[in-house]
């Protein structure tokens, strides 16, 4: 192999892995994921208790049934999405909400940066 040709391959090797080291930060993730959600969430998902908003509270998300916070008004549709909020669905819904759940009273949120889902479902991950 020539040199020119295994530097560029080290090079390669050295820019994939420096995200994964990156990601391997479950702080930091979670940081960078509350930063996501104070600048796309918080105007109506409040963090200070476990309050309802505008929208339901988000403490304790992670694992419970779509629709099933006590005295919030939800849609018809999230009501009977049948989901649970896993990470998977967590994901699915910051990346394009009224595909997930159509007719959902919630904006449009359309987060589409796979890292910066990451971020923010590491981050609602911590909401207990
Ligand atoms: C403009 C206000 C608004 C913004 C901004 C907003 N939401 Fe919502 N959210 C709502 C409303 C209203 C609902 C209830 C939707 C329904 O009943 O159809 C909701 C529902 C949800 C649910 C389902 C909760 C449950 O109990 O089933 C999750 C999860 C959620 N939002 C996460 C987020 C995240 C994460 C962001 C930021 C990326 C965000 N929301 C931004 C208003 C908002």
Redesign the pocket.
Known sequence: MNKLLSASLALSVALLAAPLVYAQDQSMQEAAGRQ??LH??????SLDSSKN??????IG?MG??????PR????????T?G?T?TQDN?RK??SN?EAL?P?????H?S?SDPAEQDY?VSF?TTLK
Request: proline share 2%; glycine share 6%.
């Open positions: 996501l959600f796309h969430c918080s105007a109506c998902h908003a505008f929208g339901p509270s988000l998300v419970r049934q779509a629709g099933s916070v919030f008004a939800y849609s018809k549709a999230m009501q999405s989901l909020w967590l819904w910051i909400n759940v007719g959902t009273r919630m904006r949120v987060i923010l609602l």
